[in-house]
């Protein structure tokens, strides 16, 4: 090899460049969607990007820290109880305590990871399910947050909430959308920053730490990856995230109740359908998943329990026929990534570059 030979290790690909530019541009077109679509369409998107951030953050734990939890619902409800304690009993403007419920469940992902990490696989699951099913019966005790059949958003708290009024103003729309369109930029902020921030962290050593761990714990402890410390990391980041979209949801429903905010159905089961039809361990899977969810339920909601029934049967399709995911089945056939985190040794001189086949 030529002394002037280099090397060096790549994860971008030309067509993750490309698709990068493009995701930059309609980043700044939702911007502006409030401005181009009726309120039930920004409603839709909202209910898209608040469950593809619940996705994207239980992927995170399950998809590539092998910490598959069932108990989700505990920082989604736990973190808009805090949310809307802040507002009535301190007197706290919304915008500021979304942030109050994600702290919240940080808080409280504490003591759960405490007991959690204590159990392996199968019981590690229902551990976290019952940690939520006892802060659900804890916050039902809250009475001056509604008790048991919940409260809604003080009048003044939704007239005084930061931007609302300028909304209001500039798109001449009356207060409850301008709501809608504050939680859904809320929304798309936090989308951005999940989906760069996990892909970022992916990218780095802790990333090959983490997957590392999920793969083979013990392999990962000889070669002095910290498990415990990864695993830790992971969970209250999780928990972080899925606090402040549970705060969001309910800023935006101005309404809360513990079976509503607590809801294995609608916090963890409908998440893990969208992960698991549209690829675990991937970023692109949560995506794909929950674009499928929204378009059965926009089709087929009305069916009752057959609508449910289709969900359960689509999931078990997929799981038969494609075991990773759609995303999977695709990337098997295209080898297609648009957020690779593959890495890719590079070996370029003076006069070409020869660089390794194009994976990842």
Known sequence: MSQSSKYSVETKTRTSSIFGICL???????????????????????????????????????????????????????????????????????????????????????????????????????????????????????????????????RDARKEMWGSEWIAQVFDVRASAALDILAYWLALV??????????????????????????????????????????????????????????????????????????????TAFVLFIVVIGGIGTIEGPIIGVLVLFTLQSLFADYGTWYLILLGASGIFVMLFAPRGIWGMITDKTGLQLFPIRRRLTISNKNNEKKGNENG
């Open 24 to 154: 930059i541009l309609l980043v700044i077109l939702a911007v502006f969607v409030p401005a181009l679509v009726s309120r039930s369409v920004l409603q839709d998107l909202f209910f898209i990007l608040t469950m593809l951030v619940l996705a994207q953050f239980w992927n995170l734990l399950a998809g590539y820290g092998g910490l598959v939890s069932v108990g989700q619902q505990a920082f989604v409800g736990i973190g808009s109880y805090i949310f809307f304690g802040a507002i009535i009993l301190w007197g706290v403007n919304p915008v500021p305590a979304v942030l109050l419920g994600g702290l919240a469940a940080l808080a409280l992902a504490v003591p759960i990871a405490f007991f959690a990490f204590r159990l392996q696989g199968a019981y590690f699951a229902i551990g976290t399910w019952v940690c939520a099913e006892v802060t659900r019966l804890i916050v039902a005790q809250w009475k001056q947050v509604g008790g048991g059949t919940g409260t809604s958003m003080p």
């Open 190 to 267: 936090l989308v951005v920053l999940t989906i760069g921030g996990i892909y970022w962290l992916l990218r780095t050593k802790r990333g090959l730490g983490l997957a590392a761990v999920r793969d083979n714990l013990e392999a990962a402890e000889s070669v002095g990856v910290g498990a415990t410390r990864m695993k830790w990391v992971v969970f209250l980041v999780s928990a972080f995230g899925t606090g402040l979209t549970g705060a969001i949801i309910y800023l935006q429903k101005a309404r809360i109740s513990p079976d509503a905010a607590f809801s294995l159905v609608d916090w």
